[in-house]
């Protein structure tokens, strides 16, 4: 195993086993920002580690970089109703707009995962009238699921403090790509439909897919309007045709 990859694993276990310590749930009982960017560090651990041989999980690794964003800068996770095919489940979400230093143009990010572990992970995007423009859906870690059809609205309703500083202790030097000249805590109001296309491997409640004016909480970051990690996401989700346009 490679100098790197042994320091990813060891660093994977540190952060788990301090997450364990905070109680049973592998995000904190208290779900608080700093518990959960240390999740979804130790995620982005393992799907790096294993990126080293298996290289679909370099992009999932990736992906959960977007999740972790939100809770480094101090958002904490929402929890999401989401109706499936088969009824109604509790997710956990974040959503953040890019702003240009204008002001004249944005674009919204909505951030979903189905369990504790992502597995199952929600990616929509929304122009700056807040009309969604594009969505993709993994699950199993790295499965694309085929996008049918789909629509979906959003808006900002309210900022409030100052983000904080990511933590020295994260190991997933993407966080640093993220760079803007001023970052608020946000809420939006949000609503998505999806309609996909299963098969053998894939869960059939995740058919169909909606929320509806969901409260999500996460940031509101100014003049990084294309983040280099997001361009290459988006890269990633449309080359791997997950991404379906809405």
């Known amino acids: 195993m490679r100098t790197i990859a042994r320091f990813r694993v060891a660093t994977s276990f540190l952060v788990i086993a301090i997450a364990a310590a905070c109680g049973g749930d592998s995000t904190g009982p208290s779900q608080s920002p700093a518990s959960v960017a240390a999740h979804f560090d130790s995620l982005y651990v393992q799907a790096a580690d294993l990126g080293d041989s298996i290289s679909i999980y370099q992009s999932r690794a990736l992906l959960l970089t977007l999740f972790e964003v939100p809770p480094a800068y101090g958002a904490g996770p929402s929890t999401i109703n989401v109706t499936t095919a088969n009824g109604v489940e509790h997710w956990k979400g974040f959503e953040f707009v890019d702003v240009t230093s204008d002001g004249l143009d944005s674009n919204y990010v909505l951030l979903a995962y189905?369990?504790?572990?992502?597995?199952?992970?929600?990616?929509?995007?929304?122009?700056?009238?807040?009309?969604?423009?594009?969505?993709?859906?993994?699950?199993?870690?790295?499965?694309?699921?085929?996008?049918?059809?789909?629509?979906?609205?959003?808006?900002?309703?309210?900022?409030?403090?100052?983000?904080?500083?990511?933590?020295?202790?994260?190991?997933?030097?993407?966080?640093?790509?993220?760079?803007?000249?001023?970052?608020?805590?946000?809420?939006?109001?949000?609503?998505?439909?999806?309609?996909?296309?299963?098969?053998?491997?894939?869960?059939?409640?995740?058919?169909?897919?909606?929320?509806?004016?969901?409260?999500?909480?996460?940031?509101?970051v100014m003049d990084s309007a294309e983040a280099s990690t997001l361009r290459r996401v988006r890269a990633i989700l449309h080359s791997a045709r997950a991404n379906k346009p809405l």
């Open 114 to 220: 189905r369990e504790s572990a992502a597995h199952t992970l929600l990616f929509a995007e929304y122009d700056s009238a807040g009309t969604s423009t594009g969505g993709a859906l993994i699950t199993n870690d790295t499965l694309g699921v085929h996008v049918t059809s789909g629509s979906g609205t959003t808006s900002l309703t309210s900022t409030s403090t100052t983000c904080g500083t990511p933590a020295a202790t994260l190991v997933n030097s993407h966080i640093t790509d993220f760079t803007f000249s001023s970052c608020h805590l946000a809420k939006f109001l949000t609503s998505l439909s999806l309609t996909t296309q299963t098969s053998a491997s894939i869960d059939p409640a995740l058919a169909t897919i909606s929320l509806s004016s969901a409260s999500v909480n996460g940031i509101r």
